[in-house]
């Protein structure tokens, strides 16, 4: 252990994962103040007492010193805007909020997953923070999940009951299976990203076999019939003569001289292009909605499950 590594201490901190709270009071002037804080803990229930800390450095130290009282609010699963908002330094972190006084004149926020209006009753040096210890006043519970925060990163929390498994996969009473089936969720999962991209293949007039042989051919060049076949079998897919004959009639594909392989035309390189755009924006546009992080571990666990579960078909995009 190296005790001068601040970074590989809060790494090491970081893999115990809290709850997310904005502890609001008012200054001296009687104006609000809030911090976004994951130091929240119980202490006693018997009187009932809660403690958490905040840096000696932040502005509105001394306005939790002085003020006499504070309300902690714990986050539910949707708040992460709200906590990213009171854990930004020097804004009006209350510009726009709907807010009343509790007890002790402390902002009280209308949602929460909890909420404990709070006496100060200690205050404690702790190292680089000062730490707080209330006695709670006044407290409600709210609905849903609570926010959660862990190595560095927003997560949600689910609660299990005594004995419950992580998800039954299948309904055995009603003979159906649920939306814990793994299966379902990668096909559902699939099924709603393809959107843009079937209801362009319906404009175009494309069927999916046909555009995964327009697929294929733009990416591995000229290929016989048996060779697009062979590969696209395993879809469930793979092309027919009429699919073929389809695509020539559209002026997409042309064969050889020979008629041994078939290559795309000008028309059919254009839109694969295009297909290839539409499916590309609307990747973009759904990993937008997360972190590269979570994108990343979610690639790397495809990745590996598809390992995993490879019962020996044949590459889909590369080179026999």
Known sequence: MNRTDTTAFRNALGEFATGVTVITSIDGDEQPVGVTASSFNSVSLDPPLVLWSLAKNAGSLAAFQTSGHFCVHVLAADQEALSQRFATRGSDKFAGLEWQSGIGKAPLLPHFAAQFQCKTTYQYEGGDHVIFVGEVLDYQTGEGAPLVFHKGRYATAKTKSPGEPAGDAVNISEGSFSENFFLYLLSRAHFQASHDLNQELKKQQIGLAEYLSLTLLGMSGALAYQDLYARLEHTGN?????????????????????????????????????????SKAAEQRLLDEFDDAEVADVRNFLQRFIVASDPGVPSLWGQQ
Do not use: C, H, W
């Open 238 to 278: 793979a092309p027919s003569s009429a699919n073929m004959t389809t695509l020539q009639e559209q002026g997409l594909i042309t064969e050889t001289v020979d008629a041994a392989r078939f290559s795309l035309t000008v028309k059919g390189r254009d839109l694969y292009v295009r297909l290839l755009a539409v």
